[in-house]
């Protein structure tokens, strides 16, 4: 019943973020980082649950992000749909169907389009883990509050190229069929 209403909350978030609505709630990329933080947090989730190899699980986990600077919130919303992409392979390979993917990044793109696009990606995470789990599992974590300050569009890009390289080591290193993301779900 709580997967539901996070999955319509989500939905109905993910379909305000078109342009034609133009909404603005006001959200920083100190908000997107925060949400960032928590996908990550289902990346190494993921890892745990599909990789048996416990050195790649390590390296996964060991991994750290890298400095950028200069970018924008369409270079953080582009890598956010390539990382969509790699969880909707999995979400095909274990019968969930994808999720569906924003329309390509515009220079107008603003990071409250960038954090309805990362919710959105956060609760498909969620439910994969839930999915994927034979025990009842507790996703609260996965939706922790952080109250981050002054973070820029560089450092979210660096949390998301974080989960992206994130997955894709464990893709090339634990046998899981990858499409890199590309026409998955779009």
Known sequence: MALARVLLIA???AMLSGKAWALDLGL???HVYSLWTNINRTVIECVNLTVKDTTIVSGVKAMATKKF??????DVLALALHVEGLWNTLRIQSDLPPTLQAIAPESMTTPTDVYLES???LASSVEWIIGNTDSSHLVAGYFVRHTFKDKTPSDVYALVDLA???MQFAFD???LATQSGEGSGQ
């Open 28 to 30: 920083t990329p100190s």
């Open 11 to 13: 939905a109905t978030l």
């Open 173 to 175: 290193h634990s046998g």
């Open 69 to 74: 600077t200069g970018k924008k919130p369409a």
């Open 119 to 121: 919710s959105k990606i």
């Open 164 to 166: 992206q390289r994130r």
